[in-house]
T-cell receptor, first 112, second 112 residues
Framework: QKEVEQNSGPLSVPEGAIASLNCTYSDRGSQSFFWYRQYSGKSPELIMFIYSNGDKEDGRFTAQLNKASQYVSLLIRDSQPSDSATYLCAVNNLNTGNQFYFGTGTSLTVIP | DAGVTQSPTHLIKTRGQQVTLRCSPKSGHDTVSWYQQALGQGPQFIFQYYEEEERQRGNFPDRFSGHQFPNYSSELNVNALLLGDSALYLC???????????FGPGTRLTVT
């Protein structure tokens, strides 16, 4: 069973719409949850992290965490063509070490 | 504020050769983690260094080894290269006990 699962997409949304990206994880003891954005040929860039159940907002980005359902999501409001990238979900459990487990990523395309 | 740096950016090696990749962590960070990212996949954890010791290791063979220097910079060494070692190698830095990890630009290794 994969540690972290994401829909690989591709996900296409029109410019100005809300993009919704989802991630599930298998380790119920996971404590920290991260979203990275990766442009083609580049390295991952940390855009959001969340540690507690509920929502966390930062500009156009909102991360949502539901530990009971082992589910974390990322909403991108007012999507822009520059948001077109692969979004990687990562989780870790400090009780078992500080390694991050990554999903395979969801490819997002924002259509002008 | 200097971010994570890696060298070289690209490298081409032949099967059976050995390679050394280098990483300098973000200013103020003391922990370095190495990841391998194959095409179309999420990063896979190789190992983590803190206080010049390997603290945690992922599911990679002994051909993969590393080192951390007193200035917190790190090297990743891969011996007896295989075609399957072709990937983007990412270095991430963090504070010990800290949750967020920040990636460098990566080294693209091609094994022919």
């Amino acid at each position: 069973q994969k540690e972290v699962e994401q829909n690989s997409g591709p996900l296409s949304v029109p410019e100005g719409a809300i993009a919704s990206l989802n991630c599930t994880y298998s380790d119920r003891g996971s404590q920290s949850f991260f979203w990275y954005r990766q442009y083609s040929g580049k390295s991952p860039e940390l855009i959001m992290f969340i540690y507690s159940n509920g929502d966390k907002e930062d500009g156009r980005f909102t991360a949502q965490l539901n530990k009971a359902s082992q589910y974390v999501s990322l909403l991108i409001r007012d999507s822009q063509p520059s948001d077109s990238a692969t979004y990687l979900c990562a989780v870790n459990n400090l009780n078992t070490g500080n390694q991050f487990y990554f999903g395979t990523g969801t490819s997002l395309t924002v259509i002008p | 504020d200097a971010g994570v740096t890696q060298s070289p950016t690209h490298l081409i090696k032949t099967r059976g050769q050995q390679v050394t990749l280098r990483c300098s962590p973000k200013s103020g960070h003391d922990t370095v983690s190495w990841y391998q990212q194959a095409l179309g996949q999420g990063p896979q954890f190789i190992f983590q260094y803190y206080e010049e010791e390997e603290r945690q290791r992922g599911n990679f063979p002994d051909r993969f080894s590393g080192h951390q220097f007193p200035n917190y910079s790190s090297e990743l060494n891969v011996n007896a290269l295989l075609l399957g070692d072709s990937a983007l190698y990412l270095c991430a830095s963090s504070l010990v006990g800290g949750r967020e990890q920040y990636f460098g630009p990566g080294t693209r290794l091609t094994v022919t």
